[in-house]
Structure formats: C-alpha cells, structure tokens
C-alpha cells in the first residue's frame, strides 16, 4: 500500500480498519479465484504466489481496476503498488526464499500508486497472451540484488487501440550484442522454391519463440541466411541447439533430398553498433566464415567462443584445429559443437566404494559484499569438499568438477546427472565486517527435496586460513544428515528398489546403537 506511513499517522484507526476491509472483500478472494496463495501479510504489504504469470498479471489488474472503483469518494483513499517475478524459489515449509522473492518485493517499489511493475521474464510469458501495454523502465540497480533488472510497467491496453508503441527489450539486451550466430542454408544454390519457404518459416519460427528467451535479436536476413545477436555466448550456444531441433520437427516425414539443413557460425568479440541497429565488425564477417566449416547440421565456433562454453556442461566441443577461410591471411582456431549430452555410463565393479553415496559440494554464491570477498564461497567449499573427502562413508566429487557449477542456472538433476552425485551441497554467504554468515543446504539430487538446512558464522581470517569451526560444523552435520537419510530410506521403502549403498549405510547406522533388536536389524 502506498503511502501507509502518511495515512497511519493522519488516521491509524480508519487506516487499519480500510486495509483489512479491502483484503478481507477483494485482495483475498480474487486471490483465490485464480489459485494463488496468499503466503505472508506485513503490515502494508502481502505477498502472494500463483501457478502462472498470466494469473499473476490478471490478477493485479483486477485488483487495482476494482480498488479504484470501490474507493471513489472514500477517506482514507487506499492505493496500491505491484511488483510481479518469475523465478525458481525455495520452498520452506509455507514460505518461499531466495531472490526471486526479494527480486519481486524490490521492484514493486518503482512504481507509482496504482501502477504494476514486472521483470521481462514475467513480460515474456504474459505479452502474447494478454492485451497489455509495456513501457520500458530499463535495468535497475535493486538493493542487495547482485545484477541488474529489466523492469516494465504494464498497463491494460484500451479497446480498439491496437498494438502498443512500445519497444520490448528483454533483460539481458541492456548489455548489448556481444555474440554473434550466423545461420545459412546448406544446400546448393539451385535450392527449389519449397525449400527456402521452409528457411522463412524456420527464422520466423525463431524469430518468435526462440530468440525471446535467450535475450537475442535478429541482425540481419538474407534470402538463405540470417545474422542473430546475442550479449552471452551461452545464450547463442543454446539457442543454435534449439533452432536445430527446429529443422528435425520441419523435416519430420521429409525424404533426404527435400530436407532443410542448416550451418551455423559464431564468433564473440568487440562489435560496432547499438541495439535495434545493425552491427558490423571483423568479428560479425568471422561468424560468417566459420559456417564454411560447417558441414550440414552443425555448428561450429571460434576459439573465443569455446573459451566461454564450459564442455559437457554446456555443449559438447570437438577441436577441428587450425583452419583457413575465406579472404583471412591467418588460420583461424575453430571448434564443432553439438548439445551436451549424458556421459557414458559405467557399470558398477562391485568394490566397496561403489556402494557408498556420493557428495557434490558446489562453491557457495555471495549475496553482497566486497569483490575481495567473492573467492571465499570457493575457499568455503574447497576446506568442505577436504573434511569430507576424510570420511569413509562416502564419496566426494573433486572441486575441479563443481567449480563450473557456480553461480549457474541449473536444476539439482542436471547436476546430479553430470556429476552422477545422489546428494547436492549448495547455499550463499554474506560478509560484513570481518565476519562471514553462511547459509547451506543439503538436497537429494534426484528427488530435489532439502534434506537438511542450517545457517552459521565465523571469522574470514579463519576461513581462510582452514581453522574456522563453521567449516567443521558444515561437514559434520552433513554427514549425519547423509547418515540419517539413508536409514530414513532404508526403513520406508520396500527392499528390491534400494540401492546397496542404503542397506549398507543404514546397517552401520544400526550395529551402533546399544540395542540387540536393532543389532539384528543390522
């Protein structure tokens, strides 16, 4: 609610029994029309979920267009501000952490009484689906947020007004074109007119839904090629693999001689020109040649490229060596890469260490602070990933593997799938005045589900120089929380799904307790 503190100290009684007047008959109920939850009231504020952004957005429509009408006349006059995201939480028991929470309680505070403020991944699903209009707020710096936010206010489009005016720039487009994809058809130039009218609707296809989440934009389309614009490599990468999957649903059915391939190059590097203008460079004519190396269906990419692609995780990469293209004096290092897919699979040898679980410690994330003191979350885990390693009772991943894992997007599975770990170790830090607060988490790989949880501090100084008890307390209450875990399995699940690593773990648990029955348990 705008304005609470004013309206308190004019009126506290009236302004109290308006606020809960107006969530009692019209917050909390449209709430539940569209199956939100209504999670925390404090003071001023609510803060509500939703299974989807269009419910979201509908919503706070709703509920400003109607708390306009109903208080027309009325004293106090209460008016009202949103702020809406999308993004992974954490889900505590009935409460939601993490900064897509803070994300969504800070940006509401850019707006004006009655104005609803959204982030442009919140604005990418809901802005072919509702008649809105956005108006571009820019990238904000948020309090205790570590990168900027692409923020828009979205207005209810009038009736009969037709397509808004406004330019939409999704988030990562505030940073510029830094990535560069060159896409041409790989067929020869007697190509038959069916064939190119597959191409325009592929660079539709991709203009439309793929693009828009990977933060890129079209440069340039010619008849059989298109330039695409991207401000991270990562995004490119991912993008090239989605329009490939493009061309497999268009050739679906198709016999070989009239299916659609394509050949991709990308280049990174220093490019001239500024958003919604076309960019030119050294670096965009490389993109260009590097498609040349390409055979039909794939990618191939620069040296600088492949230094910001980490293998397996984000693609997988093939070394072609030194190769000339056209109109260069000098070779250029060029790599092929295709989309990361699951390591080969090793079956089990039956040693003893095969039966244990395995532990993945990734580097902790800083949630603010010095740049002197963003290293720590790496120090952190490497003195964990130490202690545990010291254990008998399981099996601990090399730093070497979970470093890549920091400060990335990706889902517990994926990192349990790559690193073939059950249990995850993550969480985030804060440092203030010499002293470190660390929050971390043990998860299941598999199911996703926190295991355990816990919050400590110490001293930097000790912390780095490997005595700090925080490190210690970490591992040990890790350890038990594995132990306890597997005995939990191993009591609630039926003997033929567990793993031996289970029946083992909890059987040491067992033959330690002063009990004969759970002796013979064991």
């Given at each position: 609610?705008?304005?609470?503190?004013?309206?308190?100290?004019?009126?506290?009684?009236?302004?109290?029994?308006?606020?809960?007047?107006?969530?009692?008959?019209?917050?909390?109920?449209?709430?539940?029309?569209?199956?939100?939850?209504?999670?925390?009231?404090?003071?001023?504020?609510?803060?509500?979920?939703?299974?989807?952004?269009?419910?979201?957005?509908?919503?706070?429509?709703?509920?400003?267009?109607?708390t306009?009408?109903?208080?027309?006349?009325?004293?106090p006059?209460?008016?009202?501000?949103?702020g809406?995201?999308?993004?992974?939480?954490?889900?505590?028991?009935?409460?939601?952490?993490?900064?897509?929470?803070?994300?969504?309680?800070?940006?509401?505070?850019?707006?004006?009484?009655?104005?609803?403020?959204?982030?442009?991944?919140?604005?990418?699903?809901?802005?072919?689906?509702?008649?809105?209009?956005?108006?571009?707020?820019?990238?904000?710096?948020?309090?205790?947020?570590?990168?900027?936010?692409?923020?828009?206010?979205?207005?209810?489009?009038?009736?009969?007004?037709?397509?808004?005016?406004?330019?939409?720039?999704?988030?990562?487009?505030?940073?510029?074109?830094g990535?560069?994809?060159?896409?041409?058809?790989?067929?020869?130039?007697?190509?038959?007119?069916?064939?190119?009218?597959?191409?325009?609707?592929?660079?539709?296809?991709?203009?439309?839904?793929?693009?828009?989440a990977?933060?890129?934009?079209?440069?340039?389309?010619?008849?059989?090629?298109?330039?695409?614009?991207?401000?991270?490599v990562?995004?490119?990468?991912?993008?090239?693999?989605?329009?490939?999957?493009?061309?497999?649903?268009?050739?679906?059915?198709?016999?070989?001689?009239a299916?659609?391939e394509?050949?991709?190059?990308?280049?990174?590097?220093?490019?001239?020109?500024?958003?919604?203008?076309?960019?030119?460079?050294?670096?965009?004519?490389?993109?260009?040649?590097?498609?040349?190396?390409?055979?039909?269906?794939?990618?191939?990419?620069?040296?600088?490229?492949?230094?910001?692609?980490?293998?397996?995780?984000?693609?997988?990469?093939?070394?072609?060596?030194?190769?000339?293209?056209?109109?260069?004096?000098?070779?250029?290092?060029?790599?092929?890469?295709?989309?990361?897919?699951?390591r080969?699979?090793?079956?089990?040898?039956?040693?003893?260490?095969?039966?244990?679980?395995?532990?993945?410690?990734?580097?902790?994330?800083?949630?603010?602070?010095?740049?002197?003191?963003?290293?720590?979350?790496?120090?952190?885990?490497?003195?964990?990933?130490?202690?545990?390693?010291?254990?008998?009772?399981?099996?601990?991943?090399?730093?070497?593997?979970?470093?890549?894992?920091?400060?990335?997007?990706?889902?517990?599975?994926?990192?349990?799938?790559?690193?073939?770990?059950?249990?995850?170790?993550?969480?985030?830090?804060?440092?203030?005045?010499?002293?470190?607060?660390?929050?971390?988490?043990?998860?299941?790989?598999?199911?996703?589900?926190?295991?355990?949880?816990d919050?400590?501090?110490?001293?930097?100084?000790?912390?780095?120089?490997?005595?700090?008890?925080?490190?210690?307390?970490?591992?040990?209450?890790?350890?038990?929380?594995?132990?306890a875990?597997?005995?939990?399995?191993?009591?609630?699940?039926?003997?033929?799904?567990?793993?031996?690593?289970?029946?083992?773990?909890?059987?040491?648990?067992?033959?330690?307790?002063?009990?004969?029955?759970?002796?013979?348990?064991?």
């Amino acid at each position: 609610m705008v304005d609470w503190s004013r309206l308190i100290g004019l009126n506290d009684v009236a302004t109290l029994r308006a606020w809960k007047a107006l969530r009692a008959t019209l917050i909390e109920p449209s709430i539940r029309e569209r199956s939100g939850r209504l999670l925390e009231i404090a003071g001023d504020s609510v803060l509500v979920e939703f299974p989807s952004a269009v419910a979201a957005v509908s919503w706070a429509l709703d509920v400003q267009r109607r708390t306009n009408e109903r208080q027309e006349g009325e004293s106090p006059r209460l008016r009202l501000r949103v702020g809406i995201n999308v993004e992974d939480v954490i889900v505590d028991g009935e409460k939601l952490v993490g900064d897509g929470v803070n994300i969504a309680s800070r940006i509401h505070q850019l707006g004006s009484a009655g104005e609803i403020i959204v982030t442009a991944a919140v604005r990418e699903y809901v802005a072919n689906k509702l008649e809105l209009a956005f108006t571009d707020l820019g990238a904000r710096e948020l309090k205790n947020i570590s990168r900027r936010i692409q923020v828009y206010k979205v207005e209810e489009r009038a009736a009969g007004a037709g397509a808004p005016q406004t330019v939409y720039r999704d988030s990562y487009l505030e940073q510029g074109v830094g990535t560069v994809l060159a896409i041409e058809v790989a067929a020869d130039e007697q190509a038959d007119g069916a064939l190119l009218s597959r191409w325009r609707e592929l660079v539709e296809d991709t203009t439309n839904n793929v693009l828009p989440a990977h933060g890129g934009r079209v440069l340039k389309t010619q008849e059989r090629s298109a330039l695409l614009g991207f401000p991270r490599v990562a995004h490119a990468a991912k993008a090239a693999f989605e329009i490939q999957q493009l061309c497999t649903r268009v050739n679906a059915g198709r016999p070989a001689s009239a299916q659609l391939e394509v050949r991709m190059g990308m280049q990174v590097g220093e490019l001239i020109g500024q958003e919604q203008q076309e960019v030119y460079g050294g670096d965009v004519n490389l993109a260009a040649r590097l498609t040349t190396l390409a055979g039909p269906g794939e990618i191939v990419v620069s040296a600088g490229v492949r230094d910001q692609l980490t293998p397996v995780l984000d693609a997988d990469v093939e070394d072609l060596g030194d190769c000339y293209v056209k109109r260069l004096n000098r070779p250029v290092r060029a790599y092929r890469v295709g989309p990361p897919g699951p390591r080969p699979v090793v079956e089990p040898t039956g040693t003893p260490g095969e039966l244990q679980p395995t532990i993945a410690v990734i580097p902790f994330n800083a949630r603010a602070g010095d740049a002197e003191h963003q290293v720590l979350g790496e120090v952190l885990a490497d003195h964990a990933i130490s202690a545990l390693s010291r254990t008998t009772s399981m099996n601990v991943i090399s730093r070497l593997s979970t470093t890549a894992f920091r400060g990335r997007e990706v889902t517990l599975q994926e990192v349990g799938s790559l690193l073939h770990a059950n249990y995850v170790v993550s969480g985030a830090y804060h440092v203030v005045g010499g002293k470190v607060s660390l929050i971390a988490e043990l998860a299941d790989a598999k199911s996703g589900r926190v295991v355990w949880s816990d919050d400590a501090r110490g001293d930097v100084r000790a912390v780095v120089s490997g005595e700090s008890e925080l490190v210690d307390r970490l591992v040990s209450r890790v350890s038990a929380a594995v132990t306890a875990r597997e005995l939990e399995k191993a009591q609630i699940q039926p003997l033929p799904t567990l793993e031996s690593y289970t029946l083992l773990i909890s059987a040491i648990a067992l033959m330690h307790r002063l009990s004969p029955q759970d002796f013979d348990r064991a």
